[in-house]
């Protein structure tokens, strides 16, 4: 039986990324949808790329750009962009590749790795739900919308979406660790870099879900210190209230 994943804003945190993936021991069947910033901030993003790109061999992945992915694949070109981009979490990815936190170092990250985050998705759009990195202008079409896509943080009186599907999202950091739920909303950045949660949403059906979760990790902690053995949580939750509340 196939199943359908949402993880949300990873920032370089592979050891909880390894134990959610653990926890969840995805099949060919499956998809798993990365919802956009893979990169930065955290310690070890080469490694959580490596770690996204094996699996597609595991599952179906679809990746989603975020802000950080956009502003990492701007480095490249623009020396400017990459200055602006070393104080947003750039030196601790440039610091997983090995290489010196300047903006000549970014022409150094291997090819593979620029290739693979240029070619990420939009956003995803199903029968019910719109899964993108930021939080999408709900009074605007999904077609006519870039940069808010990737960009634009969600405002707890938005309404629902003109399309009436469900928004599942990032971007918005919840520093508590729980997953933000409005009319038509669901954020699952829970700051994993910030010693939050790393969530991934497995959507059931339309006003189901279940939550998984794990302890995030911290910039501070050493990248080859694993957190696998930290229990994943997993809660049965519902979108049926149109109030907003955390999760």
Same mark, same amino acid.
């Given at each position: 039986?196939?199943?359908?994943?949402?993880?949300?804003?990873?920032?370089?945190?592979?050891?909880?990324?390894?134990?959610?993936?653990?926890?969840?021991?995805?099949?060919?069947?499956?998809?798993?949808?990365?919802?956009?910033?893979?990169?930065?901030?955290?310690?070890?993003?080469?490694?959580?790329?490596?770690?996204?790109?094996?699996?597609?061999?595991?599952?179906?992945?679809?990746?989603?750009?975020?802000?950080?992915?956009?502003?990492?694949?701007?480095?490249?070109?623009?020396?400017?962009? $990459?200055?602006?981009? /070393?104080?947003?979490?750039?030196?601790? =990815?440039?610091?997983?590749? @090995?290489?010196?936190?300047?903006?000549? %170092?970014?022409?150094?990250?291997?090819?593979?790795?620029?290739?693979?985050?240029?070619?990420?998705?939009?956003?995803?759009?199903?029968?019910?739900?719109?899964?993108?990195?930021?939080?999408?202008?709900?009074?605007?079409?999904?077609?006519?919308?870039?940069?808010?896509?990737?960009?634009?943080?969600?405002?707890?009186?938005?309404?629902?979406?003109?399309?009436?599907?469900?928004?599942?999202?990032?971007?918005?950091?919840?520093?508590?660790?729980?997953?933000?739920?409005?009319?038509?909303?669901?954020?699952?950045?829970?700051?994993?870099?910030?010693?939050?949660?790393?969530? $991934?949403?497995?959507? /059931?059906?339309?006003?189901?879900?279940? =939550?998984?979760?794990?302890? @995030?990790?911290?910039?501070?902690?050493? %990248?080859?210190?694993?957190?696998?053995?930290?229990?994943?949580?997993?809660?049965?939750?519902?979108?049926?209230?149109?109030?907003?509340?955390?999760?």
């Amino acid at each position: 039986m196939s199943r359908l994943f949402a993880i949300g804003d990873i920032h370089g945190c592979l050891s909880p990324l390894n134990a959610l993936i653990d926890a969840i021991e995805p099949t060919k069947d499956d998809t798993i949808i990365f919802l956009g910033d893979m990169v930065d901030r955290g310690p070890d993003t080469k490694g959580v790329l490596d770690r996204i790109m094996a699996l597609e061999t595991t599952c179906k992945v679809i990746a989603i750009a975020g802000n950080h992915e956009e502003m990492m694949i701007g480095s490249v070109t623009e020396l400017e962009y $990459a200055k602006s981009w /070393l104080r947003f979490g750039g030196a601790q =990815a440039l610091a997983s590749f @090995g290489l010196p936190d300047t903006p000549d %170092s970014v022409k150094d990250i291997p090819f593979k790795y620029i290739y693979w985050l240029k070619n990420l998705a939009r956003c995803i759009i199903m029968d019910d739900f719109i899964f993108c990195h930021g939080a999408a202008n709900p009074k605007v079409p999904i077609e006519k919308q870039n940069t808010e896509l990737r960009w634009r943080f969600l405002n707890k009186e938005d309404s629902r979406h003109i399309s009436g599907k469900t928004i599942i999202c990032g971007h918005s950091e919840q520093r508590n660790g729980e997953v933000w739920q409005q009319d038509g909303l669901i954020c699952i950045d829970t700051y994993a870099y910030g010693g939050g949660k790393l969530t $991934a949403l497995q959507i /059931l059906s339309v006003n189901h879900f279940v =939550a998984w979760q794990v302890a @995030g990790q911290s910039s501070s902690q050493n %990248s080859g210190q694993r957190t696998d053995q930290a229990t994943c949580q997993r809660r049965m939750i519902t979108s049926e209230s149109s109030a907003p509340h955390q999760l």
